[in-house]
């Protein structure tokens, strides 16, 4: 499905992201035909540049991140003519009156109906300012369609994000605001819906009758690269758990919605978040939730610097650089249920992935044998590997009464032809298309904060019960206890 033609406003243009993610997705949905021809992308941010360095940039990006790269002059020529640049002052209303001027131009030239979708590829403290000038300099006076796409983190707290809310509230409604997590914007996160709700086989043991815990791991190897001024005031709990995992979580234990609507969905999601158990005090945050922070490691015979050396972090920094928690979701079909959630840098490998563990069968008694048999998993993988597989019991081949466990696998990345549509590609399209589907609503925002706070209050108690992981491990040993109290651990991933 074409989206309808618009007006994309990067704010941030000259940054990271939209350098590394954004450009590319707008190349790839244009070369997917799913950009109406009546697009124009406006760039924005202070330094100076002409269209001419900005079309630069874009094809540079493109070349080097992107899914697909363009090898022909005439046809990138064509693309390119619909960028153009605008430097300004954000905290300066004189910048987006000119802004309108260009933007009108760029509207007349390529026929575009006065859809306008403003992109902030910014720091939060900016997003207020910026949607006032987006009303003051007289950009959402036309007909047509307002939209605001806004980049996490949404707020450090619940305080600070209800205080954001309101700014953006004053400016936009709530159906215009775009909230990205880009995990929702995975192919194998959506897909979580699909196989729930489409496979009798799983559906009717999704509950506590037939499943004795799960398991969300975000492994991560790298360090906190040039991002330590940032990570170093968020850490983990706030940069992956508030955010990613909650999300995850969420699609694993909601309900099916009762219609396909965006509404629905989010509803759901949002009374799962309202489910959650949250820690009443200290000593409970510290029974159930594990932080941790790398020291110099090694991996692959590289060694690796500690947290605390890396650069722009506190040399005497408590920030977590790994966070896992025992969580449960207190509800008619969770009761009872310890989802285990773990998150880290410097971790031995990167990957995203839901372990469901199964109870165990009584016993197995008519091989006449004495096997522990080993439960049913079912494992999905979210990133880098894409698919799901299932780990079953079976008679190991050739022999009299073995039991191994086997696998019965779907992989989606090893498909030849298949090549996902990165996040950031779904998630502009859909909210060039309006489907909101995929954002995270306001009360989940606020929900999923009134969970990290309580966690975060307990540990400020305590700022330097932090304990530490060598860099390429999989995090403190504490973290391995969570599970080791109920009779788990957790399964290897790959
Ligand atoms: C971001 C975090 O939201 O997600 C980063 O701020 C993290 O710290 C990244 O590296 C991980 O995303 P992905 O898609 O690579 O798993």
New binding site residues.
Partial sequence: LKAPGAVFFIFGATGDLARRKLFPAIFSLYREGKLAEDFAVVGVARRPRTNEEFRDDVFRSIQEFGRYKSSDQEKWNKFAEHFEYKSLDINNVAGFQELKEQTEAIEQKFSIPGNRLFYLALAPELFGSVSLNLREGGMLDNEGWHRLVIE?PFGYDLKSAEKLNEELGHVFKEDEIYRID??LGKEMVQNIETIRFSNLFFESLWNNKYIANVQIT?G?T?GVEERGGYYDHAGALR??GQN?ILQLLTMIAMEPPSRPLAEDLRDEKVKVLRSLHHFADAAEVKANVVRGQYTAGQSKGKDLPGYREEDKVDPDSNTETFFAARVSVDNFRWAGVPFYIRTGKRLPVKT?EVVIEFKKMPGNIYLGQKHDLQPNLLVIRV?PMEGIYFKINAKKPGSESEIAQVAMEFCQSCLVGINSPE?YERLIHDAAKGDSTYFTRWDEVASAWAFVDKIDAAWKENPSDVSSYPAGSWGPKEADELLARDGFHWWPVN
Avoid: S
């Fill in positions: 996490k880009h995990y975000l991560e790298v940069d992956m990613h995203t990133n996040a």
